[in-house]
């Protein structure tokens, strides 16, 4: 197996899909997913992906840009599914979307999308290659 098939093997097993419900405690005054639990959830799913993908110490370094395309509201059932997106020598980049589906029909679309880089650290604590 070469180089790519591994690194597209590592990718689809990587692929982190969590599902949750919107409930009090986790809105806003318009009753609505509050924004940053939904950038936790976010984070959390993204590091959960790239360390599957790498199996190594890593840190968030950036948020590139988040897009709440649409107001989720409370009582919703909602799915992230973080997937990598670009591999680089230290650092993983994951885009996470979000999709918001209603308890009482099947429909499911996407509602916030956004994207975290990490970056993996050695014992030193200094950037470490992501592979090998
Ligand atoms: C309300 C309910 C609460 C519930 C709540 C639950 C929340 C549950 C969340 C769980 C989520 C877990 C997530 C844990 C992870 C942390 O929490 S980590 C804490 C936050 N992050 C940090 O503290 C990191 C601080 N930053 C650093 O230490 C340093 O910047 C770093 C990361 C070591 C990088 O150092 P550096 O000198 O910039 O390194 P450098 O060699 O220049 O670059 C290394 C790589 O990073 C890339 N890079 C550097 N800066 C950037 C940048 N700004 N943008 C993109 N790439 C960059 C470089 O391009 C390079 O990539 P490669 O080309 O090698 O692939």
Redesign the pocket.
């Known amino acids: 197996m070469n180089d790519e098939s591994q690194i597209a093997k590592r990718m689809e097993h990587a692929v982190t899909r969590v599902t949750k419900t919107v409930f009090p405690g986790r809105t806003n005054h318009h009753n609505t997913l509050f924004g940053?639990?939904a950038l936790?959830?976010m984070?959390?799913a993204?590091?959960i992906a790239a360390t599957r993908f790498c199996r190594k110490p890593?840190?968030?370094?950036?948020s590139?840009r988040v897009d709440f395309k649409e107001s989720i509201p409370a009582g919703s059932i909602i799915e992230l599914v973080a997937k990598i997106e670009h591999v680089?020598?230290?650092?993983i980049?994951v885009v996470v979307d979000i999709f918001v589906e209603n308890m009482f029909n099947d429909d499911q679309h996407k509602a916030i999308s956004g994207s975290f880089?990490?970056?993996a650290?050695g014992p030193d604590?200094?950037?470490t290659p992501?592979l090998g």
């Open positions: 940053g639990e936790a959830w984070d959390e993204a590091f890593l840190v968030t370094v950036c590139d680089g020598r230290t650092s980049r880089t990490f970056v650290l604590r200094k950037p992501v």
